[in-house]
């Protein structure tokens, strides 16, 4: 701000709010500062800087319990700026399908979860350059939906086709957790439990699960510990 470049000064924001916003940060405290980064974007004039703090401010009163119903992320649609460019206008319908799909399965709620699925994974295959945390979300909250799928789809075509696009997010994760294990060990254990647990592997997912709590907590992922 203080060299006058609103657009990168305002980009750096969004993105301190989105990290933030996955991690143990207190819920609590995270509204003030989505509340300034938004304001600030406003003040500014930066549209684009003004999507990421609409969506992740939506998603903390969800989890505060302070929205009729906390599995729905609720965005006024005329808040969200129109007539965005190409490339800005996918990730935006990235972000918010993506954070439907944390909402509805961290509260249990299924009924159309698939559509936001396919939504976020529609904008996805659009998308150029998306930031590590957006990649991250990908192949962490949809195989976790989709492993819950598995389990209240009756047709075997449909099992087969949530467990495949499990089984394929889980080959990623296992890159990531070599690569990074601070960020990506108790991820990947949690999404190989939870393939254990649906395909009958109890003892091996019970071992699974309590690796992945002891790793989020010793890395400090409360919030994926909870999980």
């Known amino acids: 701000l203080n060299v006058g ?21 207190e819920v609590a405290s995270l509204e003030n500062i ?7 974007a406003i003040q500014l004039k930066q549209q684009i800087s ?3 703090p609409l969506i992740e401010k939506a998603l903390v009163l969800s989890l505060l319990g302070r929205s009729s119903n906390p599995a729905v992320l609720n965005i006024d649609p005329y808040s969200v700026p129109q007539d965005l460019q190409k490339g800005i ?5 990235y972000m918010i399908n993506i954070r439907k799909v944390f909402l509805a399965y961290v509260f249990d709620e299924y009924t159309h979860i698939e559509e936001y699925i396919q939504k976020a994974e ?13 990649k ?23 099992k087969k086709r949530h467990l495949r696009k499990a089984r394929k997010s889980l080959k990623v994760m296992k890159k990531w957790a070599d690569l990074g294990p601070v960020n990506f060990l108790h991820k990947y254990y949690l999404l190989q439990a939870e393939l ?22 010793e890395n400090e992922y409360v919030n994926e510990a909870a999980i």
Request: net charge negative; glycine share 2%; charged share 20%.
């Open 122 to 134: 529609e904008a996805w295959g659009q998308l150029s350059t998306p930031l590590l945390f957006f």
């Open 196 to 217: 254990y647990r649906v395909t009958g592997k109890s003892v091996q997912a019970a071992e699974l699960y309590d690796k992945a709590i002891a790793t989020a907590h």
């Open 34 to 40: 989505i509340h300034t980064t938004e304001e600030t």
């Open 50 to 52: 003004v999507i990421p």
């Open 89 to 93: 206008a996918e990730l935006t319908e």
């Open 136 to 158: 991250v979300d990908y192949y962490f909250y949809i195989p976790l939906a989709s492993i819950q799928l598995y389990t209240k789809v009756a047709a075997l075509k449909d």
């Open 5 to 25: 470049d609103y657009e990168y000064a305002c980009y750096s924001l969004t993105n301190l709010c989105m990290y933030l916003n996955r991690t143990d940060a």
